[in-house]
């Protein structure tokens, strides 16, 4: 099966864990101040995004650490964009 070039951007951190916990790591990008979560679309992305829309059952503790994982990369990209808090997240320097 061919790899399709087309991305899909989501905006929901639950959502990027989930997937990411299944094998599917997003590409994160900044657009308005915001980190969009980019995925493949292909086959995989929309079986994984039902189950998650059907509320399969997962670890807790899994989840947890999926959740953690996506939001340190997501403050990651936004301190190294410039586009943080400042003090908020450690910046001192305005």
Do not use: W
């Amino acid at each position: 099966m061919e790899k399709s070039s087309q991305q899909i951007s989501i905006l929901d951190l639950n959502t990027a864990a989930f997937l990411s916990m299944h094998g599917l790591e997003p590409q994160l990008s900044m657009q308005g101040g915001r980190v969009v979560f980019n995925f493949q679309a292909d086959a995989e992305f929309y079986k994984l995004s039902s189950l998650y829309n059907d509320n399969l059952s997962v670890g807790c503790l899994d989840f947890v650490q999926a959740l953690k994982k996506m939001r340190g990369k997501m403050l990651n990209m936004k301190e190294h964009t410039g586009n943080g808090n400042g003090v908020k997240n450690g910046n001192f320097n305005r």
